[in-house]
């Protein structure tokens, strides 16, 4: 993806991206539920709208952030798809989920280590190179936070209320040790992208279901992509710090 289109870290990102996270889970519940798909089958008609957004991006001469956001959208709307499959599909037991999963995250970020450098907009924009391995990170993170929003929420008997309080704090915490020690390196980022796709889980199903609120799907995820809109369309993005290259990705 063009550095151009990649929005910049910070509070406003931090925001948008757990309204998508909301979103992505409330969407992908949809699909499955609303549409009538099913956990899996949702997942390919997913997988190639992913791939149309990226094709637009990269064809058309359009600097503007909404491909970005629409592609974490797919993303986190297929995440959350994955992570219901492993659980209700397959019935993979909850550690062995999660420890799976954050092996995968931490293997794919190896691989990355060793096979593609370190952009230099990375510093700029506090992104990870918007490559092949950031969108499948980004799939295995949210995932990732699908199993653990429903662990705390259901396993360890917090709820959807309190489970979305407690990881809450805790993805505030992580923020403002990010923001104190200046850390903008990979391992942070993509731990603070599982903590609000962890906390972003709670919330849709709070949101949604009869255990929360009970809005009901199509009413959360019409306020949740409204909301999103709203935010990223009032609040004016960073401009990122010029690098000496600006190029695709």
């Not at 929005?7 to 757990?18: D, E, F, I, N």
């Not at 991006?57 to 995440?79: N, S």
């Not at 949101?207 to 609120?213: I, Q």
């Not at 009413?219 to 004016?236: E, K």
């Amino acid at each position: 993806m063009h550095t151009k289109n990649t929005p910049v870290t910070g509070p406003r990102y931090w925001a948008a991206l757990s309204c998508v996270s909301v979103l992505g889970c409330n969407t992908g519940d949809f699909v499955s539920k609303v549409l009538h798909l099913g956990h899996t089958n949702g997942l390919l008609p997913e997988a190639a709208v992913f791939a149309i957004i990226l094709l637009a991006e990269r064809w058309l001469r359009v600097r503007t952030e909404a491909f970005y956001w629409l592609a974490l959208v797919t993303m986190r709307t297929a995440a959350t798809n994955l992570g219901d499959t492993m659980k209700h599909e397959w019935a993979i037991p909850w550690l062995v989920a999660l420890g799976g999963l954050a092996v995968a995250l931490v293997a794919v970020q190896v691989a990355e280590k060793l096979l593609a450098p370190r952009h230099p907009d990375e510093v700029a924009t506090g992104i990870p190179n918007t490559n092949a391995f950031y969108w499948f990170t980004m799939l295995i993170a949210g995932t990732l936070g699908t199993v653990g929003g429903d662990y705390v929420a259901d396993a360890v008997g917090l709820g959807e209320g309190w489970g979305t309080v407690v990881l809450t704090a805790a993805l505030a915490a992580a923020l403002s040790a990010r923001t104190i020690l200046g850390h903008v390196g990979r391992p942070s980022y993509w731990g603070i992208v599982v903590l609000v796709r962890c906390a972003g889980t709670t919330a849709g199903d709070f949101f949604a279901s009869r255990h929360g609120l009970n809005l009901g799907l199509p009413v959360s995820t019409a306020a949740w992509a409204l909301a999103t809109i709203v935010l990223l369309l009032t609040w004016r993005a960073a401009e990122p710090i010029p690098t000496p290259v600006q190029s695709a990705v």
